[in-house]
């Protein structure tokens, strides 16, 4: 054994009923470095480090897992937490009605005399959220907060325990730049203090930026492990490893018939938060959305995008709204996500675990279930339609599953996010409103997602669409409304735009109307 | 090379049956309970009048099971079935004797009142948003009082045998008579019925028909479909099931009239769960309550139609059990909902909701059903009765649990 590595991977193999999901991988990490690991949807990653971590426990794979040299058998994942090993999921795991400092406490709180001194962990919580720069009252209840800083919350309950192996499966998902740029400077930060961390991302700037070394798996096999510091590394280069080929697009090309039709216009939309009655979460926000245009939102977390889009979508969100909503022309009163449907919009959640799919049934029915109208005569379903739509997206956005009848949760989480937008696009509507439509999707799958969106608009649809990375806004979008703290500060045409333009905008202090 | 792959297929088809092992296991608990009983019992338990007896002796409880399923797949619960199937009883004997009823018009009226009562519970918990277990918890006390006030606290007694027929009765058509021995052995002229052997053949042979013709549809557009190997298993167990049981209701009075009630149930909510749109937006809501809403499913229509489908069940059970003891008692139906939860829970379903059958739910009942049969022919008492049926209980959903991990869906 070397003992210059902090953890090593032999020969490991990890099937699952239909799906060889781990293929003799080998994978080494150097104590004290940042190692980035990097694949295509269902690649095989989060399944790497689940056996690491002993989600799956020992004895359910063949291979071996060496952690400072002593090869390891995890049970769970509370032996391999002894071990000073912690890992972060891709899906958020918090007690969503817990306050954020109980969540950060629970699991390890030390008791005196077997009675919790609360008031002492709110006091420490805070040097945590500090550190990690989630500036709330600890006594927030976490499922209250958007997903962005429930992982922030995440890391720093990680922090909290002592850990010299940090696994982070994903972390910057849900953040947007500025934010996920701060949570890399804490990552380097935690490197300094000598501990080792290995991080899952698509993103690969943020991979290049910070990486020692980079790992690439590829249908559950190492392709290629890169040392950045022994010579550097191009995205290009990370990129054809990852699918195979090599891409010179991040984005298609976009030729947008833009109509001056308006097919929504907004105004004065103001929405009141579900919990206290008194707080607008969305003040006055008016826009209008052309035909055959694809819209951006951009801000950072918490601005009231999420909220907008939600409200408007059959109340969704929100204990009251007020304002007036008009498609063609006419005005609507949605009560239900059911009206804003049959009126031809169609809702994409960024929370595709809470809010978007039935994870204990299967990829086809997950599909379906919003366009079951369609698919029947007389209530009765067609099955043999359902199956045919479900495998024409299966195909279409390449979907990683052994059938249409595995069950959702059995999916890597970019697959899921494949799913969700599969049933959104059969449902067929004509604006589109896609929040965070790429979260978690490799670089190949996104490249697909933005020729979908750009088809759609092409056959005369209108796509709304949320996002927090700016390159992405700016890449895909015909004009950009900027928010922050609820408001729409402003908008910025396609020509204009920038990330420079955009941030000055959501900083802009609100002209008083 | 051909080994790997031949190894592979060997490895799917374990998989396969691996996975599928659920939906088959309780029909295996099911054939070793009663096998397990059939030694015990000299095989008295298998002979076709005590067969036919099992059914009838739970027929009202697997009733009531159809739509215990349908509740808890939505994710609630239904605590007042018992009282509501003593009430709906007590109303059909009322509907039939004091206001002079024909038996038609009495069934009719009471569906009817079942309807009703689904129609007040359901609108509490969907609409106004009470928690199940609370509104039908009201609903059990509330109906157990409304029994006694409206018998009187006493039997009431169907004016003809009608009920009675109905419920323990067989449909006695179509047999031919032969020498057969009797349970002690000697010779007598029995009857032996066609009508179940021919009704069980047609079922068989429209399954394998619609079973090919699905496959080979889907094997045409390259749709996945299981190994061979694993379809005719699979059609050739569910044939010999079905003719077993066609063979034991042709060696006694053929087949039960509440068999037939039953059947036909069960075939009207397995298409309704399997095959319809509604059915789908069941298992959406249960499976996820908001993201069905975001779906654009309309989930408290759903919920509330659930509990109406509920209180008809419990009229079609309140007839049944009133026809089964010729009379409507006042404390009729005592357990019966916990007998009709365990028998959900028993055969799969989950308590999150989202998950179960009603093939599954039939078969949870059967297993306690054949259970209390077995038990009352050894001359065991009620009370070691519920003792083993705890325990089945907690075995059943210990080893769902522990098969949902092995196939990866837990
Ligand atoms: N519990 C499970 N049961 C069956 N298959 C599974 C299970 N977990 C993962 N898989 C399969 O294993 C493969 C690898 O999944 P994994 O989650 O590791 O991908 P990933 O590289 O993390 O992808 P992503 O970038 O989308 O998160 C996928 O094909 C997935 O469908
Ligand atoms: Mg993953």
């Known amino acids: ?27 080494s990490v150097r104590r004290g470095e940042i190692h980035c690991l990097c694949g295509e949807n269902g690649a095989g990653k989060s399944t790497l480090m689940n056996v690491i971590s002993g989600v799956h426990p020992y004895g359910s794979y063949e291979g071996q897992v060496f952690f400072h040299g002593k090869e390891a058998h995890y049970k769970s994942v509370k032996d391999s937490e002894k071990d000073n090993l912690a890992i972060i ?35 420490a919580s805070k040097q945590y959220l500090d550190k990690v720069g989630l500036h709330e009252d600890p006594d927030t209840v976490v499922s209250k907060m958007g997903v962005g800083k429930q992982q922030l919350v995440e890391i720093a309950r990680a922090l909290s325990k002592k850990v010299e192996l940090l696994i982070l499966d994903e972390p910057t998902s849900s953040l947007n730049d500025a934010e996920s ?212 997206y299966r195909k279409s956005l390449g979907i990683k599953t052994p059938s249409i009848d595995q069950m959702v949760k059995n999916l890597s989480g970019g697959n899921q996010q494949k799913v969700v937008l599969s049933r959104c696009l059969l449902a067929g509507p004509s604006i589109f409103i896609v929040d965070e439509p790429t979260r978690g999707i490799d670089v190949g799958a996104k490249y697909e997602i933005y020729c979908i969106l750009n088809d759609l608009v092409a056959s005369g649809k209108s796509v709304i669409m949320i996002s927090s990375e700016m390159p992405e806004a700016i890449g895909m979008a015909d004009r950009i409304y900027v928010m922050n703290e609820g408001r729409i500060k402003g908008e910025i045409s396609r020509e204009e735009a920038s990330q420079e333009k955009i941030m000055t905008m959501a900083l802009q202090k609100t002209q008083e109307k | 090379m051909i080994d790997s792959r031949e190894q592979s297929a060997l490895r ?35 002979h076709p009048r005590n067969f036919t007896y099992i059914f009838i002796q739970n027929s009202y409880i697997l009733i009531l099971a159809v739509g215990m399923v349908l509740v808890i797949i939505v994710g609630n619960i239904d605590l007042s079935v018992g009282s509501l199937t003593a009430f709906t009883g007590a109303m059909a004997a009322i509907f039939f004797n004091r206001m002079g009823l024909g038996f038609a018009a ?94 069980g053949a047609l079922i068989v042979v429209l399954m394998v028909v619609f079973g090919m013709r699905d496959r080979r549809n889907k094997i045409k557009n390259d749709f996945h479909v299981l190994p061979v190997g694993y379809f005719i298993a699979k059609q050739v167990f569910m044939a010999a099931i079905l003719m077993y049981l066609s063979y034991k209701f042709a060696l006694y009075r053929g087949l039960p009239n509440v068999f037939i009630i039953l059947g036909i149930t069960v075939v009207i909510f397995t298409f309704i769960t399997n095959n319809t749109v509604f059915g789908r937006y069941i298992y959406a809501v249960g499976g996820n309550a908001r993201s069905a809403k975001l779906s654009g499913i309309n989930s408290e229509r759903v919920i509330f139609f659930v509990h109406v489908i509920m209180g008809m069940l419990c009229g079609l059970s309140g007839i049944v059990f009133t026809g089964y003891m010729n009379s409507a008692l006042p404390d009729a139906g005592k357990d019966f909902e916990l007998e009709a939860i365990a028998a959900c829970f028993i055969g799969g379903a989950s308590t999150t909701g989202g998950v179960g059958t009603i093939i599954g739910a039939m078969m949870g009942g059967l297993v306690m059903g054949v259970i209390n049969n077995g038990m009352s022919l050894m001359s065991i008492g009620a009370n070691w009765q519920y003792v083993v049926k705890a325990s089945v209980l907690l075995l059943a959903v210990w080893y769902d649990i522990y098969t949902r991990k092995k196939s990866g869906l837990g």
Not at chain 1, 2 to 9: F, G, H, P
Request: proline share 3%.
């Open chain 1, 1 to 27: 054994m070397n003992d210059q590595y902090i953890l090593e991977v032999k020969n490991l193999t990890k099937d699952f009923p239909g799906v060889r999901a781990l293929d003799d991988v080998n994978f």
């Open chain 1, 89 to 123: 999921h891709q899906e958020l795991a918090l007690s969503p009605y817990l306050s954020i400092y109980e969540n950060i406490f629970l699991g390890h709180i030390k008791p005196k005399f077997g009675v919790i001194n609360w008031s002492e962990l709110i006091v």
């Open chain 1, 181 to 392: 740029e701060k949570l890399l400077q804490l990552i380097l930060e935690l490197k300094k203090e000598g501990i080792t961390c290995i991080m899952i991302s698509h993103k690969l700037n943020e991979v290049l930026e910070i990486a020692d070394s980079i790992t690439v798996l590829r249908d559950g096999k190492t392709i290629k492990s890169f040392d950045t510091n022994a010579a550097k590394v191009s995205e290009a280069e990370l990129i054809q490893h990852m699918v195979g080929r090599d891409m010179t697009h991040r984005f298609p090309e976009k030729k947008h018939q833009i109509s001056d039709e308006v097919i929504l216009e907004v105004e004065d939309w103001t929405v009141f938060h579900p919990e206290y009655p008194d707080l607008a979460v969305v003040k006055g926000a008016s826009f209008r959305l052309r035909k055959g245009e694809i819209l951006a939102f951009c801000g950072p977390m918490g601005a009231g995008r999420t909220e907008l889009m939600m409200s408007l979508f059959g109340r969704s969100y929100g204990s009251r709204c007020s304002g007036t909503v008009k498609i063609d022309g006419k005005e609507h009163i949605f009560h239900t996500p059911k009206n804003a449907i049959s009126a031809g919009l169609g809702y994409v959640s960024e929370d595709r675990k809470g809010l978007g799919l039935i994870l204990i049934q299967d990829v086809k029915t997950n599909i379906s279930n919003s366009s079951l109208d369609k698919l029947s005569v007389y209530g009765v379903v067609n099955k043999h339609e359902e199956i045919m739509a479900a495998e024409k």
């Open chain 2, 12 to 46: 799917t088809f374990l998989d396969v049956a691996k996975a599928n092992m659920r939906n088959y296991s309780m029909f295996l608990v099911l054939a070793l309970i009663m096998i397990g009983f059939a030694v015990l019992t000299n095989g008295v338990n298998l």
């Open chain 2, 106 to 199: 009495t069934v009719a009226l009471t569906l009817f009142v079942g309807l009703l009562v689904g129609v007040y519970q359901g609108y509490f918990i969907a609409f106004v948003k009470i928690p199940a277990f609370i509104v039908t918890l009201a609903g059990m006390m509330l109906f157990r009082g409304l029994t006694y006030i409206v018998t009187r606290v006493t039997p009431i007694t169907p004016r003809t045998d009608i009920f009675k027929n109905t419920a323990s009765g067989t449909l006695d058509v179509l047999y031919i008579m032969r020498m057969a021995p009797n349970n002690r052995g000697v010779m007598v002229e029995q009857a032996f019925h066609l009508l179940p052997l021919i009704l």
